[in-house]
């Protein structure tokens, strides 16, 4: 629902500023047909051009890979209240607003229908109908009705009838139903309301020309046009005379013919466009690595786990300084070997994804790991981080321990990742590729206090991830360059020092 709200709102901006530019540009020139095409039209396109994303690829060569995390497990997966009015309270506002404006939209139509429906009919020759009421309401058109008290009709005011004509002929009704449609979607929009309103005036100005054009006589014309508009009644859904745009009806009728030349103003629209796609653009990069990463045994007194999504944070565990070592590869009972000289990605355009995502993964990893009983008894902690192949055809292969804590959290951690059913395989250029996988998985004991705090960046020295404490063992002369990386699909950013190889 947020998503739909953000578009919204650049809808609504777009809406703001067309209105503008029909405001300064085309409200005062007589050209009623252009000015009618102009609302619609980008009333409309406003509604389109956030759909329309111009997406250029950049492609960006680099030596040293991100390592893709995901998720942790129970007591470390932290649920990050939302804001109340961010996702309740707006959400919930925009609906009602929405419901109300479209159920008076409705309101009107029933009305409407239901006064013709009990009105008496009388066909004419070009197929409209008059409709004859004993309310008290003033002559209005709705598709091919022309709706009238019973005075009106016995009258038999040619102008009044040709006024009502004009408004069928042109198909008013339509634009109404349009227009009142896409005002729900945006009832929030002060510019929306207006360019409602100077539609319906539009509507008035032609066929007031569609009179006049037709030889009565202006003066008469606007004498009746008072008069009617004094009248009880009235309906929103419907083209009817009213008081409220009479005076602007009137001046436009002696205002002079704009010059033809003036329609070059529409050429105003071409930069607002371009403005508008160039903003919704997205630069997609993609990343061309020289060399694969290398495995790596992280040494000292911390580990930190990286998690993924909106609903994680990274959260860093204590553990034993002679807990590391370096579990080899192990076979997975499911997995399906693969020719060797096939080599598995680390990074590609669409990342290989558990059923369901990393909600889903982190659910399965919680749901299937079970604390080892000896691991438990001698109160061992801490994050194994696993390293994996998704294969083509989304099953996993290559499975081993990157970083380990303790034997048994180990074999834990290979056994539960054993049992994991098939992914969805990465892709390189629209093809499945291998594509190498790191999860960590936390084990921590019930009860204990260890605070986790947010890992803003991950040093790596020399190839390797480090911890903040191994920078002090380096002279600083050893230190040939240091620089920040922008991290990547979630991942934070990468602190990268490079010494001074000693011989």
Known sequence: MIDFLIYDAKVAVLIAVFYMFYRLMLSRETFHRVNRIVLLTTSVVSFVLPLCIITMHKTVTVTALPTVD????QAIVVEKSQPLWLHILLPT??????????????????????LIKNSEHHPQE????????????????????????????????????????GHIRL??????????????LQWFNPAMWMLRQDLRAIHEYEADGAVLSQGFNARQYQYLLITKAASIGGYSIANGISHSTLKNRIRMMLHKKSQGSHLLKLLALLPIVGIALALNAETVTNVVYQQPQKKFIKKGKKNATVKMGPVNEIVVVEQAPDAQKEVKP?????????????????????????PGGPAALMQFLSQNVKYPVEAHKAGVQGRVIASFVVEKDGSITEACIARSIHPSLDAEA???????????????????????????????LQGNDVKAKEEKYILE???????????????????QSMHIEKGENGQPKKIIITTKKKE
Request: net charge negative.
């Open 93 to 114: 506002l925009f609906i009602i607003g929405m419901v109300l404006t479209l159920g008076y939209m409705l309101l009107s139509v029933w009305r409407v229908v239901l």
């Open 126 to 165: 070009d197929g409209i109908v008059v409709c004859v009421t004993d309310n008290q309401v003033s002559p209005f058109s709705w598709m091919h009705y022309i709706v009238m008290n019973r005075q009106d009709y016995a009258e038999h005011n040619d102008a009044v009838l040709a006024h009502e004509r």
């Open 171 to 184: 198909r008013h009704s339509w634009d109404v139903l349009l227009v009142d449609t896409l005002t729900a």
């Open 330 to 354: 192990v076979e997975m009972p499911n997995a399906i070997k693969v020719e060797k000289e096939v080599k598995a990605f680390d990074v590609v355009e669409q990342m290989p994804q558990f």
């Open 414 to 444: 290979l056994r539960v990742i054993g049992s994991m059913p098939n992914w969805m395989p990465g892709k390189q250029n629209g093809e499945p590729v291998r594509v190498k996988y790191t999860v960590p998985i936390t084990f921590k």
């Open 461 to 479: 020295i020399d190839g390797k991830v480090a911890d903040d404490s191994e920078i002090g063992s380096i002279p600083p002369g050893d230190i």
């Open 70 to 73: 995901v998720g942790d497990l």
